[in-house]
Each structure stands twice: as structure tokens, then as C-alpha cells.
């Protein structure tokens, strides 16, 4: 950005955040409760106006709007707007516009030419439309956010969604420890700064120590690679859903590398931030799957029929996909472990084949009563059920953040992405769970579930320390998300430093910015 002219911010001007996430719920839910909280932060910050736009593909817009958008319009300029009274929402388009995964490095580069040319239109709309961007905050897996953003000159954050350890994971693999780590013999471990101890190479993010070849893993592999050069470029802030006390150490490590803002838990369940009820993220929650008052209804009625701390929940999040195999040894596991059970099928995709629909049936039936199976469920609220007393799950980080925020002990089954890692966290940093081993063909057996939930169910000492150790985790999440809590002040403290070190060029966003960033208090 050589030339570029010097775009004074400051406190005085009101912002708005166009937060761009990729469109599946694991990364729409952090997303959008960041975009809450930057637009509630308005009270806070000199009572200037913060606007918060959240950006996500046509489809996932549409899954959270059904009624709103025309899917004539769909990638047009006239797409429409949605609102919730506090945040607004936008689509762009990545020219499919179905929901689709990519998987081929060449499939992603298409999607992102046509995303980059979408969130371009939409910053020169907002800006002739008097609402300019004045930051573009990108989660993981958009790098067309970040080339929208620079080519316009706007200040752009990263929104990193994981835990501050991948983070740490990651950057330390593209900043001179990428050959360790690939020379590293899979049953051996790599020491990296800030980590209070080696990582063994199977904990470490799936993406950095892919032996397959997996076209998926490149993708993703090239995009952090690109991200961290954009970061090493650009210097922009770097906000990260966690807390202090969850990840002290390579928090602090990592401020010596990067502008880093400790800005979660964002979760639903765990404080509040300015202007909230103090429940939690008080804008409730978008589901992109099916999840009607009916469903709620009849899972939430069987729930309160179930003892205190009996219930095993089990969801492996939104987008993992399993064997039919896997699928009857974690039923027979649930029934092995006698224990009730609620089970959040979503992910087991393929639920119109007959083989799944018959394990499904099976839970429902042989358990005699004892277990419930829902497509999906409202996590959060599950969690915070005080019936439920383990969450049998794939340690997806929000999934992670949710049941630490609940206090609700794990049995971890990590797949890929950053899942060993969190699992790791759960076990060996936090004592706040088990690991669920597979066996030699990548199977996590029914005699190993059942024998997990015992671990952390049971009454040996083992689960009891499990039980103490997720509770007081559970009130320093509390605390750290409280109303004006760490969470809430290094928010504010990256709201009123967005445009330090960056510099803009002054192009036709900057020339709006003037006149309507002004704020009445200035
Ligand atoms: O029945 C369900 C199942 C899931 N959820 C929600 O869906 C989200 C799932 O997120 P996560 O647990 O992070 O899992 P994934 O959907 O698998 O998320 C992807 O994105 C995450 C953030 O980058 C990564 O940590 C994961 O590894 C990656 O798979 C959570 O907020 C859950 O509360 C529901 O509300 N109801």
C-alpha cells in the first residue's frame, strides 16, 4: 500500500465492522456474537455510533434469512439487508451460491475471485451510501476479505476463531519451524515457544502435519500460509476467542509477535459484555439448520425429565462426516454406558440413507427411553440444562468454549483442523476432559466410549478432579466475559486503536469516511 494517505481515527469517530465470516455455523456463531458486541461496544466508546455488518455467502445468508432474500438477486447489487435491530447483514456471493464445500485449491481460488469482486461492490456501496467501512475484521478461511479490504485501502483485523495455542501453532510453522515439524516422526513431539510443554505431532492442527495429500489440507494449509504473510504485510490486530486464564502463556508469547486482543469467550451462556441482559450474547441464536419450537420443545421436555448430571450429549458440530461403522459404535457405546443420552445427529450426514436412519432408530429405540436423538439442537442451552453431565464431542473449538462456559466435563474425539489440539487443551492443559482413542482403523470402538463416560461420570477420583477443575474454569470464563470484564475491555481497546498502524488509501471509501465517521461528541 506504497503512497497511501494517513486516515486519522480516533474515539471520536463512530466505526463500522464489516465482519466476514465463512458460511457454516462453527464460524457464523463467534462471528456474529463479535459483531454484537462491537455494535453494543457503542455505549462504552465515547457513545459513538458502532455499526456492525456480518458477511457471509449467499447460501448460509439465506439459511439464516429465509424469507428475506430474493434469490433472483442473489450476487446482485440490490441483495438484500437483513437486520436484527442491533447488527446488519449482507451477503456476498462466491458465484455458487449453494452451500457447497470447496475442496480443490483451484475450486477455492475460483470462489474467492468472485467473493473479492462481491465484497469489493459492497464496500463502494457502503461507502456511496454513507455508512463506510472502517474496518473489515476476517475470520479463518476468507482470504477474498482481506484482498477486498486492501484493495480499497480499509484497515482489516483477523478474527482468529480458534484457540490462541493453534494460533501460536500456526505462526510458529510459517515463521521457521515448518521443517521441524514436517521432519517430525509422528509418535515424536516439537517444543514451540510460548507452549508450556512439546506438542506431540498428533496434536498438532491436522492441516500442518497432513501426510495425505488431501486436497482439503492444502487448501486450508495455503490459506493460513497466505494469512500469516498478509499478517507479516499488513500488521493488522489480531483478536482471539479466548481468555487469560485459559491460555496465559502463549497469549503473552504471542503478543511479542503479534498486536494480539484476548476477546472471548464468545459464547452464548458466558457473560454478557456492555449493554446485554447479562444472561449472555443476548442476540439468541441463528440456526443455518432446521430447528423449530417443536424440536426444542420435545428435546428440552426430555432433558427436564432426566436426573441432575446424568445426561451423556453427543454432537460431533456441523460439518464432520462418519462411517456407518462409526455411527453403530457410538450408539452401542451410548447403550453400553447405560447412561440416558441426547444425541445431536446433524453431522452424521447422509440421514436419508437407510443404513443411518436405521442406527438412528436404533438409538431412539433400544434404549428403551433412555436416549433421545434430534437433528440439532440449541447447544448452548442443552449444555446450560443442569441435567447434562458429559458432552461426547469432536472439540470443535466453539463446541469446546460452550461446554467449558457450561462447566460441563468432555470426552473428546477430535477428527481434523485445530480438534487434536483443542483436545489436547481439554486434557492435558485443562484436566477438563478425556480423549475417546480410536483404534488402529481410525474407529473410536463402543467398549472406548463407554469407557470414557465412566471416566468423567463416574465416581472414581479421576472424574471427580474432571468435575471441579470444568466448574472453576466455568466461573473464570464467567468472569472474563462479564460486563466490562477483560473480554469487554480488550475489545474496546482494539476498537479504539483500529486505523494506528494502518493506513488507507484515500480512495472513494476514505473520501466519505470524513464527514460520516464524525460523531456528535466530537
Ligand atoms: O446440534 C447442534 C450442533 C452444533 N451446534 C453449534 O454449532 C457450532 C459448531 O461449532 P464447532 O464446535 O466449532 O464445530 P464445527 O462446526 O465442526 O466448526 C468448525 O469450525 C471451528 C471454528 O474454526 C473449528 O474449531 C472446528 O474444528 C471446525 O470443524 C457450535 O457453536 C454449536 O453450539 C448447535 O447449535 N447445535
Same mark, same amino acid.
Given at each position: 500500500m ?8 480516533? &474515539?471520536?469517530? =463512530? %466505526? ?10 462453527g %464460524?457464523?456463531? @463467534? ?15 465515547? +457513545? ?12 448460509a %445468508?439465506? #439459511?439464516?434469512?429465509?424469507a428475506?432474500?430474493?434469490p ?8 438484500e ?34 467473493? #473479492?469482486?462481491?465484497?469489493? *461492490? ?9 455508512r ?8 479463518? /478461511?476468507? @482470504? ?6 486492501? #484493495? ?22 510459517f515463521? =521457521? ?9 509422528? *509418535? ?6 510460548g ?22 489440507? #492444502? ?16 500488521? @493488522? ?6 481468555? !487469560? ?8 508469547e504471542?503478543?511479542? %509477535? ?5 476477546? =472471548? @469467550? ?42 441432575? &448430571? ?27 454406558a ?14 436419508? !440413507?437407510? +443404513? ?14 433412555? +436416549? ?42 477430535p477428527? /481434523? ?51 471441579e ?29 483500529? =486505523? ?23
Amino acid at each position: 500500500m506504497a503512497g497511501e494517505e494517513h486516515q486519522q481515527h480516533s &474515539s471520536h469517530y =463512530g %466505526h463500522h465492522f464489516l465482519v466476514v465470516a465463512y458460511g457454516m455455523q462453527g %464460524h457464523v456463531n @463467534p462471528a456474529r456474537a463479535l459483531a454484537h458486541r462491537l455494535a453494543k461496544l457503542s455505549d462504552v466508546v465515547g +457513545g459513538c455510533p458502532i455499526l456492525a455488518t456480518l458477511s457471509v455467502h449467499v447460501a448460509a %445468508h439465506r #439459511r439464516m434469512f429465509p424469507a428475506q432474500l430474493d434469490p433472483d438477486a442473489a450476487g446482485e447489487e440490490d441483495e438484500e439487508e437483513a437486520s436484527d435491530g442491533v447488527i446488519s447483514y449482507v451477503p456476498h456471493s462466491d458465484s455458487f451460491d449453494d452451500g457447497s464445500l470447496p475442496r480443490t485449491p483451484e475450486d477455492w481460488a475460483r470462489r474467492r475471485r468472485a467473493s #473479492r469482486e462481491s465484497l469489493s *461492490a459492497m464496500l463502494a456501496r457502503f461507502a456511496g451510501g454513507g455508512r463506510p467501512v472502517t474496518c473489515v475484521v476476517c475470520t479463518l /478461511l476468507v @482470504p477474498a476479505a482481506v484482498d477486498a479490504a486492501t #484493495r480499497h485501502g480499509v484497515p482489516f483485523a483477523v478474527y482468529w476463531i480458534q484457540p490462541a495455542t493453534v494460533l501460536a501453532a500456526a505462526y510458529h510453522y510459517f515463521h =521457521g519451524y515448518g521443517e521441524t515439524v514436517a521432519a517430525a516422526d509422528p *509418535a515424536h513431539e516439537v517444543s514451540l515457544p510460548g507452549l508450556r510443554r512439546p506438542l506431540r505431532v498428533r496434536d498438532f492442527p491436522s492441516y500442518l502435519v497432513d501426510t495425505t495429500g488431501s486436497p482439503l489440507a #492444502r487448501s486450508v494449509v495455503g490459506m493460513f500460509r497466505e494469512l500469516f504473510e498478509s499478517v507479516d504485510r499488513w500488521r @493488522p490486530k489480531v483478536l482471539v476467542n479466548t481468555f !487469560d486464564e485459559l491460555e496465559a502463556g502463549v497469549l503473552s508469547e504471542m503478543k511479542r %509477535h503479534l498486536d494480539v486482543f484476548a476477546v =472471548g @469467550p464468545m459464547v452464548a451462556g458466558a457473560g454478557g459484555g456492555s449493554g446485554s441482559s447479562g444472561a449472555s450474547n443476548d442476540e439468541g441464536r441463528i440456526h443455518l439448520y432446521r430447528h423449530d419450537d417443536a424440536d426444542r420443545k420435545r428435546y428440552m421436555e426430555w432433558l427436564g425429565a432426566q436426573p441432575e &448430571s446424568s445426561v451423556v450429549y453427543v454432537s460431533f458440530g456441523s460439518i464432520a462426516t462418519h462411517t456407518l461403522q462409526q455411527m453403530e459404535e457410538v450408539v452401542q457405546g451410548l447403550l453400553q454406558a447405560g447412561r440416558p443420552y441426547l444425541l445431536a445427529a446433524r453431522s452424521w450426514h447422509g440421514l436419508e !440413507d437407510d +443404513g443411518a436412519r436405521r442406527v438412528l432408530d436404533n438409538a431412539a429405540q433400544s434404549s428403551g427411553g433412555r +436416549g433421545t436423538v434430534v437433528d440439532w439442537c440449541d447447544q448452548p442451552e442443552v449444555l446450560a440444562h443442569p441435567a447434562v453431565g458429559c458432552f461426547v464431542s469432536h472439540c470443535g473449538w466453539n463446541s469446546t468454549l460452550e461446554a467449558v462456559a457450561a462447566g460441563v466435563p468432555l470426552v473428546g474425539v477430535p477428527s /481434523l483442523f485445530d480438534q487434536p489440539t483443542n483436545t489436547y487443551l481439554v486434557v492435558e492443559e485443562w484436566g477438563v476432559g478425556v480423549r475417546g482413542e480410536r483404534d488402529g482403523e481410525g474407529v473410536l470402538a463402543a467398549t472406548e466410549l463407554a469407557r470414557c463416560v465412566e471416566l468423567v461420570m463416574g465416581q472414581g477420583t479421576k472424574a471427580t478432579a474432571i468435575r471441579e477443575r470444568v466448574k472453576a474454569l466455568r466461573e473464570m470464563a464467567q468472569q472474563a466475559a462479564r460486563a466490562g470484564g477483560p473480554a469487554e475491555r480488550n475489545l474496546e481497546d482494539f476498537v479504539n486503536s483500529v =486505523g494506528d498502524s494502518f493506513r488507507p488509501v484515500g480512495i472513494s471509501v476514505a473520501e466519505k469516511t470524513d464527514e460520516s465517521r464524525t460523531c456528535s461528541s466530537e
